[in-house]
């Protein structure tokens, strides 16, 4: 059975850091592009950040360039999601998700078969 398990999330206050885990079973990550994505209370889910199989190509939102960073460890079957000078507006549960055909992107989620059941995020002093 394919499935993703996120890990990492909790509350941190505003400036902190969180590393977020997506671990793979049931099939061999490197073979998929994984995305994170995020959905605040009352707000669409959107894209934060994605990587492809192998590693090298990576994208991010614009609201998180410079203070996130997406890193992959095929050996380990897991992604992550560095989180630093968290802000409020961070707040969400974040997702991962895999792709195993299709461009590169977080504009849509099309093509993202696979979700994991998520980890909430809450920045707040």
């Known amino acids: 059975q394919l499935q993703l398990v996120e890990s990492g999330g909790g509350l941190v206050q505003p400036g902190g850091s969180l590393r977020l885990s997506c671990a793979a079973s049931?099939?061999?990550?490197?073979?998929?592009?994984i995305g994170w994505f995020r959905q605040a209370p009352g707000k669409e889910r959107e894209g934060v950040s994605c990587?492809?199989?192998?590693?090298?190509?990576?994208k991010y939102a614009d609201s998180v360039k410079g203070r996130f960073t997406i890193s992959r460890d095929n050996a380990k079957n897991t992604v992550y999601l560095q989180m630093n000078s968290l802000k409020p507006e961070d707040t969400a549960i974040y997702y991962c998700?895999?792709?195993?055909?299709?461009?590169?992107?977080?504009?849509?989620?099309?093509?993202?078969?696979?979700w994991g059941q998520g980890t909430q995020v809450t920045v707040s002093s």
């Open positions: 998700a895999a792709l195993r055909f299709g461009p590169l992107t977080i504009a849509t989620m099309t093509g993202y078969d696979y």
């Open positions: 049931g099939f061999t990550l490197d073979s998929y592009a």
């Open positions: 990587i492809s199989g192998s590693g090298p190509s990576t």
